[in-house]
């Protein structure tokens, strides 16, 4: 993968590598928004620790070395507040992304902006398919989806778990063809 960093998506939003240099920012976002994150996302914990978010950094940065992920911190105005990934497979050309973000990023357009810079590089880096799994009960993360103009292809029923809780888990695609919402 070519896809460069960081994606300067507009004057105040940007995508970096998410690297051990936002491994505070992302423990104290984290530790800050428990509530808004924790039935999400599998990092949100009590007791979260710088060391245990450089060894959730680390298969990103392993997969950014060897072509196969771009692992990135979002960043807004300045302020890391959240994350985006994707997951590539170079045999089928096509990438998984995820992501999560700070309740005080929310309802301003941040992640759908960042998921579609995201996105677009991935397309214009020959990738042929893109795909996007939420938890069926996470309506923001599938509206940003279904914004992008993916497609939701099905729901894998009690497939993502977290927190000790089963989720239903949505699988959502777009192709390189199809346009953007």
Not at 97 to 117: I, P, Q
Not at 152 to 165: C, F, K, M, N, S
Not at 169 to 179: D, E, I, M, N, Q
Request: with cysteine; hydrophobic share 45%.
């Amino acid at each position: 993968m070519t896809v460069h960093l960081p994606i300067i998506v507009d004057e105040h939003l940007s995508l970096v590598l998410a690297d051990d240099s936002v491994a505070e920012a992302y423990r104290d976002l984290e530790l800050g928004d428990l509530d808004h994150l924790r039935p999400w996302e599998e990092l949100a914990r009590p007791g979260l620790t710088t060391d245990d978010v450089r060894a959730y950094l680390t298969p990103g940065l392993t997969g950014w070395a060897e072509g196969t992920g771009v692992p990135t911190a979002i960043v807004l105005d300045g302020q890391v507040v959240g994350a985006l990934a994707a997951r590539i497979t170079p045999t089928t050309a096509k990438a998984e992304v995820g992501y999560w973000s700070a309740s005080s990023a929310g309802g301003r357009g941040v992640m759908t902006r960042a998921v579609e810079a995201l996105v677009a590089a991935l397309f214009a880096d020959g990738l042929f398919r893109v795909e996007l799994r939420t938890a069926a009960d996470n309506r923001p993360s599938r509206a940003v989806a279904e914004r992008l103009g993916f497609t939701l292809e099905g729901t894998l029923r009690q497939a993502y778990l977290i927190d000790g809780v089963r989720h239903d888990l949505c699988v959502y695609g777009r192709l390189a063809s199809a346009p953007a919402g």
